[in-house]
């Protein structure tokens, strides 16, 4: 299990805005017959699930070593499935635009969304080589400069992956779908406590 040295407080600011975030993101899919093209928003929003708590329980500060180690091999199993299912969600939409004969990445929010699912890729590689096999990139001082890239590089992607997800809500297909044109606004508080979140253990 997880040890729960998390500050509540910044869990509980980060699960309100995931989860208001994922009802605002999901209910206009309520509105639309079934097809392939749902799979893309649904695994969507997963992906930002499990990256997002992936990153941040890893964030305690005043964790024991053995405990901290604990938190990398559970960062290592979120992202895995985070990876797992933006690759799916990817290829829905990706066969959905086939099947239609849409342009592909004819959108920001595709151009954004195919650099996310690269630099994603990327980022999960070159974390597992660090963890697993960290004989292939040198000695302990290298090492210790490629963990702290692939740290900053997480939390710029994981920026990137948030923009990249308010563009997909705001996308015109979706925009058409909103009950009131209004609710879009709740996406902001959503960012706001998920920024909350993410930033409050580090200013703790
Ligand atoms: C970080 C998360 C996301 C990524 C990486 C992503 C990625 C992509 C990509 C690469 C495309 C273009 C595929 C192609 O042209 O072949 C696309 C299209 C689309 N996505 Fe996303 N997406 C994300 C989140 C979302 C969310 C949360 C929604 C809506 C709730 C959404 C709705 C759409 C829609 C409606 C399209 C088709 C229109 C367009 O190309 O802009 N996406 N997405």
């Known amino acids: 299990m997880v040890s729960s040295r998390r500050n509540?407080?910044?869990?509980?600011?980060?699960?309100?805005?995931?989860?208001?975030?994922?009802g605002l993101s999901?209910?206009?899919?309520?509105?639309?017959?079934?097809?392939?093209?749902?799979?893309?928003?649904?695994l969507m929003v997963g992906t930002m699930i499990f990256i997002t708590e992936g990153i941040a329980l890893l964030q305690a500060p005043t964790l024991p070593a053995s405990a901290h180690k604990q938190r990398k091999t559970w960062h290592g199993y979120f992202q895995a499935i985070g990876l797992i299912v933006i690759e799916?969600?990817?290829?829905?939409?990706?066969?959905?635009?086939?099947?239609?004969?849409?342009?592909?990445?004819?959108?920001?929010h595709g151009q954004l969304g195919v650099m996310c699912v690269?630099?994603?890729?990327a980022q999960a590689i070159f974390g597992s080589i660090l963890a697993y096999f960290p004989r292939l990139v040198g000695n302990i001082s290298q090492k210790k400069q490629y963990w702290n890239w692939h740290r900053q590089g997480g939390y710029v992607l994981l920026g990137l992956m948030w923009i990249t997800s308010q563009t997909g809500v705001r996308s015109t297909s979706m925009l058409a779908l909103q009950r009131d044109p209004i609710l879009i606004n709740f996406h902001w508080l959503a960012l706001g406590l998920v920024s909350l979140g993410l930033l409050l253990p580090s200013t703790l």
């Not at 509540?8 to 994922?22: E, I, P």
């Not at 799916?88 to 959108?107: E, L, M, Q, W």
């Open 8 to 22: 509540t407080t910044a869990s509980l600011f980060l699960w309100t805005g995931l989860l208001l975030f994922a």
């Open 26 to 42: 999901l209910e206009p899919l309520l509105r639309m017959p079934a097809s392939l093209f749902l799979y893309h928003p649904i």
């Open 88 to 108: 799916a969600g990817f290829t829905a939409i990706y066969v959905t635009k086939d099947r239609n004969n849409k342009p592909h990445f004819s959108t920001i």
């Open 118 to 121: 690269m630099w994603f890729t």
